[in-house]
């Protein structure tokens, strides 16, 4: 599972997987126009669901780029 952002105009993939009883995300920029090379960004978060992990990676990935968080 994938969830796609751009900040800053950089391009990541926040890549989530199972673990254990909760999920494990990870951070991947895009580092070529056609998006198919990635390098690891060296963020890594869990959390019991999904979401929970790929929010948490998120939040890292804004706080290490200082993107203000979006409040809806």
């Given at each position: ?44 978060a869990t ?17 290490m780029m ?7």
């Amino acid at each position: 599972m994938a969830r796609y952002v751009v900040l800053g105009g950089r391009r990541f993939w926040i890549v989530s997987e199972p673990e254990g009883q909760g999920w494990c995300a990870r951070v991947l920029e895009l580092t070529d126009p056609q998006g198919q090379k990635t390098e690891e960004v060296g963020i890594d978060a869990t959390g019991d669901t999904r979401e929970a992990a790929d929010n948490a990676a998120q939040r890292k990935l804004q706080r290490m780029m200082r993107v203000p968080e979006r409040r809806t």
